[in-house]
Protein backbone atom coordinates (compact mmCIF):
# COMPACT_ATOMS: atom_id res chain seq x y z
CA UNK A 1 0.00 0.00 0.00
CA UNK A 2 1.40 3.90 -0.96
CA UNK A 3 1.82 6.06 1.60
CA UNK A 4 0.93 9.49 1.65
CA UNK A 5 4.03 12.29 2.24
CA UNK A 6 2.98 15.69 2.54
CA UNK A 7 6.68 17.03 3.71
CA UNK A 8 8.11 19.51 1.46
CA UNK A 9 11.22 18.20 -0.67
CA UNK A 10 14.08 20.43 -0.63
CA UNK A 11 17.33 20.16 -2.22
CA UNK A 12 19.28 19.65 0.66
CA UNK A 13 17.89 16.27 1.71
CA UNK A 14 19.69 13.73 3.01
CA UNK A 15 19.60 11.50 -0.12
CA UNK A 16 21.34 14.00 -1.94
CA UNK A 17 24.21 14.74 0.21
CA UNK A 18 25.06 11.25 0.51
CA UNK A 19 24.96 10.85 -2.89
CA UNK A 20 27.37 13.68 -3.55
CA UNK A 21 29.39 12.67 -1.02
CA UNK A 22 29.99 9.10 -2.46
CA UNK A 23 30.57 11.27 -5.72
CA UNK A 24 33.36 12.37 -4.01
CA UNK A 25 34.44 9.32 -2.93
CA UNK A 26 34.27 7.85 -6.29
CA UNK A 27 36.50 11.04 -7.39
CA UNK A 28 38.85 10.38 -4.44
CA UNK A 29 39.80 7.03 -4.06
CA UNK A 30 40.65 6.33 -7.93
CA UNK A 31 43.27 8.69 -7.17
CA UNK A 32 44.61 7.34 -3.53
CA UNK A 33 47.52 5.51 -5.08
CA UNK A 34 50.86 6.22 -2.79
CA UNK A 35 48.22 6.32 0.33
CA UNK A 36 47.37 2.81 0.29
CA UNK A 37 51.22 1.30 0.80
CA UNK A 38 51.50 4.37 3.84
CA UNK A 39 51.67 2.87 7.21
CA UNK A 40 48.32 2.91 9.12
CA UNK A 41 49.75 2.02 12.45
CA UNK A 42 48.00 2.99 15.26
CA UNK A 43 50.58 5.68 16.31
CA UNK A 44 50.23 7.26 13.20
CA UNK A 45 46.98 9.13 14.12
CA UNK A 46 47.48 11.79 16.65
CA UNK A 47 44.29 12.11 19.14
CA UNK A 48 42.23 15.07 18.60
CA UNK A 49 43.57 17.71 21.05
CA UNK A 50 46.63 16.42 21.90
CA UNK A 51 49.00 18.65 19.79
CA UNK A 52 49.68 18.60 15.81
CA UNK A 53 52.86 16.77 16.16
CA UNK A 54 54.01 13.43 16.24
CA UNK A 55 57.55 11.58 16.49
CA UNK A 56 58.40 8.35 15.93
CA UNK A 57 61.70 6.68 17.51
CA UNK A 58 63.73 3.84 16.12
CA UNK A 59 66.78 1.96 17.56
CA UNK A 60 69.57 1.22 15.17
CA UNK A 61 70.32 -2.23 14.23
CA UNK A 62 73.29 -3.87 15.88
CA UNK A 63 75.87 -5.02 14.07
CA UNK A 64 76.64 -9.36 14.33
CA UNK A 65 77.93 -10.82 17.61
CA UNK A 66 80.93 -12.92 15.78
CA UNK A 67 83.50 -12.89 18.35
CA UNK A 68 83.29 -16.34 20.23
CA UNK A 69 82.46 -15.38 24.22
CA UNK A 70 84.89 -16.22 26.76
CA UNK A 71 83.73 -19.17 28.89
CA UNK A 72 82.29 -17.40 32.53
CA UNK A 73 82.56 -14.43 31.38
CA UNK A 74 80.11 -11.66 30.17
CA UNK A 75 80.49 -9.88 27.16
CA UNK A 76 80.86 -5.81 27.27
CA UNK A 77 77.34 -4.28 26.99
CA UNK A 78 76.54 -2.26 23.63
CA UNK A 79 75.50 0.62 23.36
CA UNK A 80 71.40 1.54 22.28
CA UNK A 81 71.25 4.01 19.58
CA UNK A 82 68.05 6.34 18.88
CA UNK A 83 66.72 8.07 15.91
CA UNK A 84 63.43 10.30 15.68
CA UNK A 85 61.55 11.10 12.95
CA UNK A 86 59.26 13.80 13.10
CA UNK A 87 55.92 15.05 11.52
CA UNK A 88 53.58 18.37 12.06
CA UNK A 89 50.24 17.74 10.55
CA UNK A 90 49.45 20.90 8.03
CA UNK A 91 45.87 21.68 6.49
CA UNK A 92 45.21 20.90 2.81
CA UNK A 93 41.56 21.62 1.15
CA UNK A 94 39.65 23.60 -1.59
CA UNK A 95 36.50 25.05 -1.97
CA UNK A 96 33.83 26.12 -4.61
CA UNK A 97 30.80 28.36 -4.40
CA UNK A 98 27.95 27.34 -6.77
CA UNK A 99 24.97 30.11 -6.77
CA UNK A 100 21.71 29.56 -5.92
CA UNK A 101 20.24 29.38 -8.92
CA UNK A 102 22.99 26.94 -10.33
CA UNK A 103 22.49 24.97 -7.33
CA UNK A 104 18.30 24.51 -7.58
CA UNK A 105 17.87 24.59 -11.56
CA UNK A 106 21.61 22.05 -12.28
CA UNK A 107 22.09 19.97 -9.13
CA UNK A 108 21.77 16.65 -10.35
CA UNK A 109 23.37 17.52 -13.81
CA UNK A 110 26.41 19.04 -12.48
CA UNK A 111 27.21 19.12 -9.06
CA UNK A 112 27.49 15.58 -8.62
CA UNK A 113 30.50 15.82 -11.34
CA UNK A 114 31.86 19.07 -9.44
CA UNK A 115 31.60 16.64 -6.21
CA UNK A 116 33.56 14.14 -8.29
CA UNK A 117 36.54 16.26 -9.46
CA UNK A 118 36.79 18.20 -5.84
CA UNK A 119 37.36 14.06 -5.11
CA UNK A 120 40.14 14.05 -7.84
CA UNK A 121 41.68 16.96 -6.53
CA UNK A 122 41.38 16.14 -2.88
CA UNK A 123 42.90 12.53 -4.17
CA UNK A 124 45.89 14.13 -6.32
CA UNK A 125 47.37 16.67 -4.19
CA UNK A 126 47.81 13.92 -0.97
CA UNK A 127 49.50 11.47 -3.39
CA UNK A 128 51.21 14.26 -4.66
CA UNK A 129 52.45 15.50 -0.95
CA UNK A 130 53.08 12.01 -0.10
CA UNK A 131 55.24 11.39 -3.45
CA UNK A 132 56.86 13.96 -2.94
CA UNK A 133 58.33 13.20 0.89
CA UNK A 134 59.12 9.45 -0.48
CA UNK A 135 60.88 10.76 -3.81
CA UNK A 136 63.23 13.53 -1.42
CA UNK A 137 63.54 10.95 1.55
CA UNK A 138 64.75 7.71 -0.01
CA UNK A 139 67.61 6.22 -1.97
CA UNK A 140 68.56 8.18 -5.25
CA UNK A 141 69.52 5.39 -8.24
CA UNK A 142 70.26 7.37 -11.92
CA UNK A 143 69.20 5.83 -14.74
CA UNK A 144 72.30 6.79 -16.81
CA UNK A 145 74.19 4.95 -13.57
CA UNK A 146 76.73 8.17 -13.35
CA UNK A 147 78.85 7.38 -10.51
CA UNK A 148 80.05 10.92 -10.77
CA UNK A 149 76.69 11.90 -9.27
CA UNK A 150 75.42 8.79 -7.09
CA UNK A 151 76.68 6.03 -5.55
CA UNK A 152 77.56 3.84 -2.05
CA UNK A 153 80.14 5.59 -0.26
CA UNK A 154 81.56 5.38 3.20
CA UNK A 155 81.79 8.23 5.99
CA UNK A 156 85.46 9.22 6.90
CA UNK A 157 86.13 10.27 10.70
CA UNK A 158 85.52 14.15 12.10
CA UNK A 159 82.03 13.73 10.97
CA UNK A 160 79.45 15.87 13.14
CA UNK A 161 75.54 15.74 13.38
CA UNK A 162 75.48 18.21 10.22
CA UNK A 163 78.61 18.19 8.41
CA UNK A 164 78.90 14.54 6.64
CA UNK A 165 82.47 14.19 5.50
CA UNK A 166 82.98 11.35 2.99
CA UNK A 167 85.98 9.30 1.72
CA UNK A 168 84.69 9.92 -1.41
CA UNK A 169 82.55 12.33 -2.44
CA UNK A 170 81.25 11.80 -6.41
CA UNK A 171 83.27 13.92 -8.50
CA UNK A 172 80.85 15.47 -10.47
CA UNK A 173 79.06 16.72 -7.59
CA UNK A 174 79.75 20.77 -7.38
CA UNK A 175 78.68 23.87 -5.29
CA UNK A 176 75.28 24.22 -7.40
CA UNK A 177 73.84 20.59 -6.23
CA UNK A 178 71.56 19.29 -3.95
CA UNK A 179 70.49 15.64 -3.15
CA UNK A 180 70.03 13.17 -1.22
CA UNK A 181 72.35 10.78 1.55
CA UNK A 182 70.72 8.59 3.14
CA UNK A 183 72.52 6.22 5.75
CA UNK A 184 72.60 2.47 5.17
CA UNK A 185 74.18 1.51 8.69
CA UNK A 186 75.47 2.33 11.68
CA UNK A 187 73.59 4.90 14.39
CA UNK A 188 71.58 6.56 11.74
CA UNK A 189 70.61 3.71 9.63
CA UNK A 190 67.26 4.40 7.54
CA UNK A 191 67.70 8.04 8.30
CA UNK A 192 67.55 10.18 5.24
CA UNK A 193 68.79 14.08 4.44
CA UNK A 194 68.49 16.56 2.33
CA UNK A 195 72.23 17.78 1.73
CA UNK A 196 73.91 20.41 0.01
CA UNK A 197 77.57 20.36 -0.92
CA UNK A 198 80.00 22.25 0.81
CA UNK A 199 83.54 21.35 0.11
CA UNK A 200 85.14 18.05 -2.29
CA UNK A 201 84.48 15.35 0.74
CA UNK A 202 81.76 17.09 2.60
CA UNK A 203 78.12 17.78 2.31
CA UNK A 204 75.86 19.88 4.85
CA UNK A 205 72.63 18.24 6.20
CA UNK A 206 70.08 19.51 8.95
CA UNK A 207 70.97 17.71 12.45
CA UNK A 208 71.05 14.11 12.89
CA UNK A 209 70.78 12.59 16.23
CA UNK A 210 74.09 10.71 16.08
CA UNK A 211 76.90 11.96 14.34
CA UNK A 212 78.43 9.37 11.57
CA UNK A 213 81.35 7.30 12.61
CA UNK A 214 84.12 6.59 10.28
CA UNK A 215 83.04 3.95 8.02
CA UNK A 216 79.27 4.42 8.27
CA UNK A 217 77.98 3.29 4.94
CA UNK A 218 75.69 5.93 3.22
CA UNK A 219 74.25 6.48 -0.45
CA UNK A 220 74.55 9.87 -1.89
CA UNK A 221 72.88 11.36 -5.24
CA UNK A 222 72.11 14.39 -7.09
CA UNK A 223 69.92 14.08 -9.89
CA UNK A 224 72.42 17.21 -12.24
CA UNK A 225 72.98 16.52 -15.48
CA UNK A 226 69.81 13.47 -15.81
CA UNK A 227 68.89 14.08 -19.45
CA UNK A 228 66.17 12.67 -22.23
CA UNK A 229 68.34 10.07 -23.10
CA UNK A 230 67.86 8.38 -19.53
CA UNK A 231 64.81 6.52 -19.51
CA UNK A 232 63.58 3.12 -17.33
CA UNK A 233 64.50 -0.24 -18.05
CA UNK A 234 64.06 -3.35 -16.90
CA UNK A 235 67.76 -3.70 -15.95
CA UNK A 236 66.96 -0.50 -13.14
CA UNK A 237 63.98 -2.90 -11.78
CA UNK A 238 66.38 -5.73 -11.75
CA UNK A 239 69.36 -4.08 -10.27
CA UNK A 240 66.80 -2.41 -7.29
CA UNK A 241 65.51 -5.19 -6.57
CA UNK A 242 69.01 -6.69 -5.87
CA UNK A 243 69.85 -3.40 -3.33
CA UNK A 244 66.55 -3.57 -1.63
CA UNK A 245 67.08 -7.78 -0.94
CA UNK A 246 70.58 -6.91 -0.02
CA UNK A 247 69.42 -4.33 2.49
CA UNK A 248 67.05 -6.46 3.59
CA UNK A 249 64.03 -4.12 2.73
CA UNK A 250 60.91 -6.24 3.76
CA UNK A 251 58.15 -6.89 1.29
CA UNK A 252 54.18 -6.10 2.05
CA UNK A 253 52.10 -8.94 3.23
CA UNK A 254 51.42 -10.20 -0.54
CA UNK A 255 55.27 -11.11 -0.43
CA UNK A 256 56.36 -7.89 -3.18
CA UNK A 257 57.78 -4.92 -3.18
CA UNK A 258 55.50 -2.38 -4.67
CA UNK A 259 56.70 0.33 -7.27
CA UNK A 260 54.45 3.35 -8.60
CA UNK A 261 55.74 5.35 -11.94
CA UNK A 262 54.18 7.69 -14.17
CA UNK A 263 52.22 7.27 -17.61
CA UNK A 264 55.25 7.83 -19.31
CA UNK A 265 57.68 5.86 -17.25
CA UNK A 266 55.04 3.22 -18.24
CA UNK A 267 55.58 3.68 -22.20
CA UNK A 268 59.25 3.65 -22.17
CA UNK A 269 59.29 0.20 -19.43
CA UNK A 270 56.83 -1.67 -21.67
CA UNK A 271 58.84 -0.93 -24.65
CA UNK A 272 61.39 -2.70 -22.88
CA UNK A 273 62.18 -6.31 -24.35
CA UNK A 274 61.88 -7.37 -20.81
CA UNK A 275 58.43 -6.29 -20.83
CA UNK A 276 57.88 -9.63 -22.03
CA UNK A 277 58.25 -11.69 -18.87
CA UNK A 278 56.07 -9.07 -16.54
CA UNK A 279 52.17 -10.89 -15.95
CA UNK A 280 49.76 -8.70 -16.62
CA UNK A 281 46.56 -8.42 -14.23
CA UNK A 282 49.28 -9.93 -11.94
CA UNK A 283 46.60 -9.96 -8.68
CA UNK A 284 43.24 -9.78 -8.78
CA UNK A 285 42.08 -6.10 -9.23
CA UNK A 286 40.69 -5.03 -6.26
CA UNK A 287 43.76 -5.73 -4.24
CA UNK A 288 45.51 -2.58 -4.77
CA UNK A 289 44.60 0.52 -7.16
CA UNK A 290 46.00 0.98 -10.31
CA UNK A 291 47.99 -2.52 -10.30
CA UNK A 292 48.71 -3.10 -13.58
CA UNK A 293 51.23 -6.23 -13.70
CA UNK A 294 55.00 -7.16 -12.16
CA UNK A 295 57.98 -8.20 -12.61
CA UNK A 296 61.48 -9.22 -10.72
CA UNK A 297 58.99 -9.16 -7.41
CA UNK A 298 57.32 -5.53 -7.92
CA UNK A 299 54.19 -5.15 -8.47
CA UNK A 300 53.60 -1.30 -10.84
CA UNK A 301 51.16 0.90 -9.84
CA UNK A 302 50.10 3.71 -12.60
CA UNK A 303 49.78 7.45 -10.99
CA UNK A 304 49.31 10.33 -13.22
CA UNK A 305 50.34 13.25 -11.18
CA UNK A 306 53.93 12.27 -10.39
CA UNK A 307 56.54 14.05 -8.59
CA UNK A 308 59.23 16.39 -10.94
CA UNK A 309 62.09 18.47 -10.50
CA UNK A 310 64.72 20.02 -12.06
CA UNK A 311 67.75 18.04 -12.45
CA UNK A 312 70.27 18.97 -9.58
CA UNK A 313 67.94 20.65 -7.30
CA UNK A 314 66.16 17.57 -6.04
CA UNK A 315 63.89 18.86 -3.10
CA UNK A 316 62.19 21.87 -4.75
CA UNK A 317 58.94 20.14 -6.76
CA UNK A 318 58.54 21.97 -10.34
CA UNK A 319 55.33 20.87 -12.41
CA UNK A 320 56.66 21.83 -15.24
CA UNK A 321 60.62 20.30 -14.73
CA UNK A 322 61.76 17.22 -17.06
CA UNK A 323 62.95 14.70 -13.87
CA UNK A 324 60.65 11.75 -12.66
CA UNK A 325 61.00 9.42 -10.19
CA UNK A 326 60.16 5.96 -10.31
CA UNK A 327 59.79 4.95 -6.64
CA UNK A 328 60.25 1.24 -5.53
CA UNK A 329 59.23 0.92 -1.40
CA UNK A 330 58.87 -2.27 0.90
CA UNK A 331 56.34 -1.81 3.76
CA UNK A 332 57.25 0.47 6.59
CA UNK A 333 59.00 3.05 4.42
CA UNK A 334 56.79 5.90 4.77
CA UNK A 335 54.04 7.04 6.45
CA UNK A 336 50.66 9.37 6.33
CA UNK A 337 50.06 10.91 9.99
CA UNK A 338 46.50 12.45 10.47
CA UNK A 339 44.56 13.46 13.09
CA UNK A 340 41.93 10.93 14.30
CA UNK A 341 38.37 11.42 12.88
CA UNK A 342 39.26 14.14 11.09
CA UNK A 343 41.04 13.37 7.96
CA UNK A 344 39.08 13.22 4.43
CA UNK A 345 36.26 15.06 5.49
CA UNK A 346 33.87 16.37 2.86
CA UNK A 347 31.64 18.98 3.15
CA UNK A 348 28.37 20.27 1.39
CA UNK A 349 26.48 23.70 2.49
CA UNK A 350 22.76 24.55 0.70
CA UNK A 351 22.79 28.01 0.48
CA UNK A 352 21.78 29.98 3.22
CA UNK A 353 21.29 33.68 4.75
CA UNK A 354 24.01 35.08 6.42
CA UNK A 355 25.79 38.33 7.78
CA UNK A 356 28.07 37.63 4.86
CA UNK A 357 25.92 35.94 2.28
CA UNK A 358 22.38 38.24 3.11
CA UNK A 359 20.29 36.80 0.17
CA UNK A 360 22.00 33.30 0.57
CA UNK A 361 23.22 33.43 -3.48
CA UNK A 362 25.46 30.98 -2.92
CA UNK A 363 26.38 27.48 -1.09
CA UNK A 364 29.73 25.57 -0.63
CA UNK A 365 30.92 22.09 -1.74
CA UNK A 366 34.33 21.44 -0.24
CA UNK A 367 36.91 19.24 1.17
CA UNK A 368 39.47 19.61 4.06
CA UNK A 369 42.18 17.56 5.11
CA UNK A 370 44.94 17.26 8.02
CA UNK A 371 47.57 15.03 6.90
CA UNK A 372 51.62 15.09 7.32
CA UNK A 373 53.61 12.32 4.56
CA UNK A 374 56.85 10.96 6.38
CA UNK A 375 59.58 8.75 5.43
CA UNK A 376 60.05 5.89 8.37
CA UNK A 377 63.00 4.87 6.80
CA UNK A 378 64.93 5.85 3.59
CA UNK A 379 66.73 2.88 3.34
CA UNK A 380 63.37 0.87 1.87
CA UNK A 381 63.22 3.19 -0.57
CA UNK A 382 64.70 3.35 -4.28
CA UNK A 383 63.89 6.15 -6.23
CA UNK A 384 65.21 5.75 -10.24
CA UNK A 385 65.38 9.28 -11.98
CA UNK A 386 64.95 9.43 -15.24
CA UNK A 387 63.98 11.43 -17.96
CA UNK A 388 60.92 9.81 -20.38
CA UNK A 389 60.71 10.17 -23.92
CA UNK A 390 57.15 11.48 -23.83
CA UNK A 391 57.72 15.11 -22.80
Known sequence: MAFTDYGTIITSHTLNKTYYKGQFLKGHEQFLVF???AERQDNMNIPVNQGDTVQFTRVAPFDM???????GTNPNATKI??????ATVAEYGAVV????KYWYTNMDSKLAETSRKLGESAAKTIDSLIWEAVAEGGVGLRADLDTGYSKQDACASGCTTTSIILDALPTSIGSADTGVIVFLSGTNTGISRAFTYSDTNTVTVSALDNAPSDGDIVWVCSTEGITDADEVSAALIQRSVALMQRWGVPTFEDGYYHAIYSPYQKYDFQRDSEWVNLKHEAAPKDLYRNLDGEIYGVRFHT???PYLHTAGTIGTYVSTADVYCLSIFGKG???NVHVEGLDRKFYINPPESSNTNALGMYGTIGWYELCAPVVLDGSFIINIFNVPTLQ
Do not use: H, I, M
Not at 65 to 71: D, P
Not at 81 to 86: D, G, L, M
Not at 97 to 100: A, D, R
Open 65 to 71: SRTALTE
Open 35 to 37: DQF
Open 303 to 305: DNN
Open 81 to 86: YANKVQ
Open 97 to 100: NPSK
Open 333 to 335: AFG
